[in-house]
């Protein structure tokens, strides 16, 4: 068998079972949000766009691993530390991965989300458009600046005129809420800010990475028992008020400390990340670690070889065993029982 073949068959044979892959099409951005480490680092963020031969590449390796689903084709979840929309080619990327039999999602700040975009993205068959929000009010804008929540609120409208003009039920809108410490008093209206405006679902997250330490009062994470389940009781009755009113609301509240570590909220044993440059990590987070958790770099290596050698092998396997790396101890995505 000619070596070439050996290698297509192999990796075929020994390729992950995947349920999501995400790929980062580009890592600039037009905003600046207090808490992201590319407005921390300004001028030295590196700004580049994933090009369109480079995710074509790529694709059939991805699409080769997604996991069969009764209910739904697998993910890919385009973003990373970056505005997707200003990737140029970033419709022509949407249109190759639905050629590959994939459901495609992204998040945006909605910025570059006028009535023309809405329109495109509705017509490309986006599947899971998440818009990312801070706050209910003006302290959104100052939280992520450069963006505007009313902006927010502008690109909902044109998203849903397009969907109801041509009969799509997709994108799925959904919120992406980064709920801080200064904005817990919000949170009873945070479905009303979204009700009637063709929201299907509202995601609050925490912050997870704290890029500098003058935030760090921002971070929500409970210290006993108690104040873990008071809150935890708090967005139940925010998620049953959202119900209500025909959305669903999910929310992931960081575990107090001394719980047994289970496995990490980003799914790493099934789930990957493709980073602008092709690299393959479990973790965005990482990127910003002295030594990053990168396994491979699929401009080298197909990514059986990546998900199968020793290294990742054993990171996978640390989190079965109850004893992740140190980086990972330390980080509000580990699950704790």
Known sequence: MPQGLRQRVRDWVFRPWLDWAQVEVTTA?????????????GAAWPRRHMSLADFKRILPMLARSARPSAWAQPLLHLQGWGEPLLNPDFLAIVAAAKGAGLRIGTTSNAMALDSEMAAHLVAASVDVLSLSVAGIDSRNDAIRRGTRLGRVLEALAALDHHKKETGSATPSLHIAYMLLTSGLGDVERIPETFAGRGIDQIVISTLGFVADEKLRPEAIVPQTEAEYAALEKRLGRVAESAAGMGIELHYRIPPPPGRRPELCAENVQAAM???VDGQITPCMFS???????????????????????DPYLRFRRSFWDGAPPPRCLACDKLDRL
């Open 273 to 275: 990340i493709v980073t």
């Open 29 to 41: 951005c037009n905003a600046r949000c207090v808490y992201c480490p590319t407005a921390t680092l």
């Open 287 to 309: 990127r910003f670690d002295e030594t990053p958790f990168v396994f491979g770099d699929l401009a080298r290596q197909s990514l059986s070889e990546i998900w199968w050698s």
